[in-house]
């Protein structure tokens, strides 16, 4: 229960981004970025430093070191695989949707709003998927890699949110939506908990953390530092990237 209300509460973030479609002239560019920034360096470092090393270790327990590590790397690529595939499938177009003033009524606007709440529901399960088990293992990493997700879901809610209200001029239709794609990420750990439940043995646990840790690396090159750096006008996506992960750095020392 904690594991899963961990994973609702990072979910929820979406519907905090469609907030900016009440103030969208109080968007900060750089803050965004630097958040943007923050979030993949705190995603990569626990990935990389915690969650690929319990891949390991689940996975030795059965092979043994070396074969241990071989399986973990395995997995690790195997879940970058993943979601390139899930991007080829369906291209997540957050990245490519303004808050610049548009038309409302404007019916290409409607689709471009369905699609992108159809696509970031789609990549909302594996995050779900992630924060749940992550905390499910281990609260101390599953909740630090919950926030980096949920900093990560705050553009998305408003890259559903502003396709939304200026084709129909309802902030309740923009709400409704995003809440609809956020709920994706509890569905995705409550439907992958309910597949995997029966079979949670070190092999399994070795299989989801090492493809957890890829995916959430994959997540962070190909999403999030570029979307930082459009937004960027200085070094904001550096600071931001060394301070997530000296954050989660440190979040993890005082925690051991």
């Known amino acids: 229960?904690?594991?899963?209300?961990?994973?609702?509460?990072?979910?929820?973030?979406?519907?905090?981004?469609?907030?900016t479609i009440i103030r969208a002239k109080a968007n900060n560019p750089k803050l965004l970025a630097f958040g943007l920034a923050f979030a993949a360096?705190?995603?990569?470092?626990?990935?990389?430093?915690?969650?690929?090393g319990k891949s390991v270790i689940a996975f030795s327990a059965i092979h043994g070191d070396v074969g241990g590590y071989k399986m973990a790397t395995l997995a690790f690529f195997g879940g970058m695989l993943l979601l390139v595939g899930l991007d080829r499938l369906v291209p997540n177009p957050h990245g490519e949707i303004s808050t610049a003033?548009?038309?409302?009524?404007?019916?290409?606007?409607?689709?471009?709003?369905?699609?992108?709440?159809?696509?970031?529901?789609?990549?909302?399960?594996?995050?779900?998927?992630?924060?749940?088990?992550?905390t499910l293992d281990d609260p101390?990493?599953?909740?630090?890699?919950?926030?980096?997700?949920?900093?990560?879901?705050?553009?998305?809610?408003?890259?559903?949110a502003i396709p939304v209200y200026y084709a129909t001029g309802s902030r309740k239709k923009a709400l409704i939506a995003v809440g609809i794609s956020a709920m994706a990420e509890p569905l995705g750990a409550a439907v992958g908990y309910g597949l995997l439940a029966p079979f949670l043995t070190q092999a399994v646990f070795g299989t989801v953390f090492g493809a957890i840790a890829g995916a959430m690396v994959f997540l962070s090159m190909?999403?999030?530092?570029?979307?930082a750096k459009r937004y960027s006008s200085g070094h904001e996506t550096a600071y931001?990237?060394?301070?997530?992960?000296?954050?989660?750095?440190?979040?993890?020392?005082l925690f051991k």
Do not use: Q, W
């Not at 101390?140 to 559903?160: C, D, R, T, Y």
């Not at 931001?240 to 993890?252: E, H, I, K």
């Open 1 to 19: 229960m904690v594991a899963f209300a961990v994973c609702v509460g990072a979910a929820l973030a979406t519907v905090i981004g469609s907030a």
């Open 41 to 52: 360096g705190a995603m990569v470092y626990v990935s990389l430093v915690e969650i690929f």
């Open 101 to 134: 003033d548009t038309p409302r009524g404007d019916s290409v606007l409607k689709r471009t709003g369905l699609l992108a709440a159809l696509a970031i529901t789609a990549h909302n399960i594996p995050e779900g998927m992630a924060s749940f088990f992550a």
């Open 140 to 160: 101390v990493v599953g909740a630090p890699l919950a926030i980096a997700i949920a900093v990560h879901n705050i553009p998305e809610g408003v890259s559903i």
């Open 222 to 227: 190909d999403e999030l530092l570029p979307a």
């Open 240 to 253: 931001g990237l060394v301070l997530g992960m000296a954050t989660l750095a440190l979040s993890l020392v």
